[in-house]
């Protein structure tokens, strides 16, 4: 049986993984970890403490529990990044170096997330091909960019077996986004059910890739089960699922809230958008291990509002 460590456990992917994981392989066997407290959703199974900068602490922590495999999910993101950039490159990059010389040394498997921000300016943006031009002007998109090559490095020239996705911005209802560019898609459904107005800090036209949660997860244990020949791009594979803008959004939820009204205030995050992609071609994940997700549009609406409004109820 595997035994599988997920570090940054307590962030908007992590919290969701972690309880598919356990639900999947038995919740004794999934250890969460990070840096802030155990998140209330995967405190009823095994949580440790754990800076992944720190090396000792992470090898200690891998033969203590004789762990297998790592999901290595800590980063800081965009918009944050962005906003101490020396920072974000010294905790995307160390950590994810720290990750692979534990697959060098023993550990089976490993998982690490890329983003579509690894496409910039000179990107074509519609249809993103999986091999294109890539020129990231954030620091966060430079640093996934470096990450993807550290990744087809270590496969190549020690054997380790990294798999990698490069998710669009993630939409779910479990867990609070962590400071990206797309988390106005998470936070419109708060505003939306709490105070019926939203202060938008990008351009109503800003079309972006975008999935819902369920499927991310999806595609992350899809890659992490398929067969390693399966595997063919060790650098990090597209995947799509839905394009929209905070227009579209907003005319999804309005159907449902006829009185909620949203407000376009443009911040320094509408440039990061603006060197973004507005749809992504997935046919390599879609061939070489069968990736399809189940979410349009409405149908990841309907499931956040029906959600949310059943928590913020029974929260009242
Ligand atoms: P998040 O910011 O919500 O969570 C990251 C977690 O890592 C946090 O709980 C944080 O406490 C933890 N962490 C930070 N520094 C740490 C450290 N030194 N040691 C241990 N833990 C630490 O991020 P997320 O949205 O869950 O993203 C997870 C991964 O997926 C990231 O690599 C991110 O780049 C990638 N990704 C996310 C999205 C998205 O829309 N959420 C899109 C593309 C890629
Ligand atoms: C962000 O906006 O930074 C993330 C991402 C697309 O990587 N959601």
Same mark, same amino acid.
């Given at each position: 049986? /595997?035994?599988?460590?997920?570090?940054?456990?307590?962030?908007?992917?992590?919290?969701?993984?972690?309880?598919?994981?356990? +639900?999947?392989?038995?919740?004794?066997?999934?250890?969460?970890?990070?840096?802030?407290?155990?998140?209330?959703?995967? *405190? /009823?199974?095994?949580?440790?403490?754990?800076?992944?900068?720190? *090396?000792?602490?992470?090898? @200690?922590?891998? @033969?203590?529990?004789?762990? !297998?495999?790592? %999901?290595?999910?800590?980063?800081?993101?965009?918009?944050?990044?962005?906003?101490?950039?020396?920072?974000?490159?010294?905790?995307?990059? !160390?950590?994810?170096?720290?990750?692979?010389?534990?697959? *060098?040394?023993?550990?089976?498997?490993?998982?690490?997330?890329?983003?579509?921000?690894?496409?910039?300016?000179?990107?074509?943006?519609?249809?993103?091909?999986?091999?294109?031009?890539?020129?990231?002007?954030?620091?966060?998109?430079?640093?996934?960019? @470096?990450?993807?090559?550290?990744? +087809?490095?270590?496969?190549?020239?020690?054997?380790?077996?990294?798999?990698?996705?490069?998710?669009?911005?993630?939409?779910? =209802?479990?867990?609070?986004?962590?400071?990206?560019?797309?988390?106005?898609?998470?936070?419109?459904?708060?505003?939306?059910?709490? +105070?019926?107005?939203?202060?938008?800090?990008?351009? +109503?036209?800003?079309?972006?890739?975008?999935?819902? $949660?369920?499927?991310?997860?999806?595609?992350?244990?899809?890659?992490?089960?398929?067969?390693?020949?399966?595997?063919?791009?060790?650098?990090?594979?597209?995947?799509?699922? &839905?394009?929209?803008?905070?227009? $579209?959004?907003?005319?999804?939820?309005?159907?449902? =809230?006829?009185?909620?009204?949203?407000? %376009?205030?443009?911040?320094?995050?509408?440039? &990061?958008?603006?060197?973004?992609?507005?749809?992504?071609?997935?046919?390599?994940?879609?061939?070489?291990?069968?990736?399809?997700?189940?979410?349009?549009?409405?149908?990841?609406?309907? !499931?956040?509002?029906?959600?949310?409004?059943?928590?913020?109820? !029974? @929260?009242?």
């Amino acid at each position: 049986m /595997d035994k599988i460590l997920v570090i940054g456990a307590c962030g908007q992917l992590g919290t969701e993984l972690t309880l598919k994981l356990r +639900e999947l392989f038995g919740t004794e066997n999934v250890i969460a970890s990070d840096l802030r407290e155990a998140a209330d959703l995967i *405190k /009823d199974g095994p949580f440790e403490s754990l800076d992944v900068m720190n *090396k000792e602490a992470l090898d @200690a922590l891998i @033969a203590k529990h004789q762990i !297998t495999q790592i %999901y290595h999910l800590a980063a800081i993101l965009s918009a944050k990044g962005e906003q101490n950039p020396k920072f974000a490159w010294d905790l995307n990059m !160390t950590s994810l170096l720290n990750v692979l010389e534990a697959g *060098k040394n023993g550990v089976s498997k490993i998982y690490w997330p890329s983003s579509i921000a690894v496409f910039g300016p000179g990107t074509p943006k519609t249809k993103t091909p999986q091999n294109t031009v890539m020129d990231p002007n954030t620091v966060y998109g430079i640093s996934k960019l @470096a990450g993807e090559r550290w990744c +087809e490095w270590y496969h190549q020239k020690h054997g380790v077996d990294v798999r990698s996705i490069r998710y669009p911005g993630l939409i779910g =209802y479990k867990a609070q986004p962590g400071g990206g560019t797309t988390d106005y898609a998470v936070d419109i459904f708060w505003k939306a059910i709490l +105070e019926g107005n939203y202060d938008c800090f990008l351009k +109503e036209d800003s079309l972006l890739p975008m999935m819902y $949660m369920d499927d991310a997860v999806k595609a992350t244990i899809d890659i992490m089960q398929a067969d390693a020949q399966q595997v063919k791009v060790r650098s990090s594979y597209n995947v799509s699922a &839905i394009s929209f803008s905070p227009a $579209m959004i907003y005319d999804e939820i309005v159907k449902r =809230y006829p009185d909620f009204k949203i407000n %376009y205030a443009p911040d320094f995050r509408q440039q &990061i958008a603006d060197s973004w992609p507005n749809s992504i071609d997935d046919t390599e994940a879609r061939s070489d291990w069968q990736w399809k997700p189940d979410f349009d549009l409405k149908k990841m609406v309907d !499931t956040m509002l029906d959600n949310l409004e059943s928590i913020l109820v !029974t @929260a009242k």
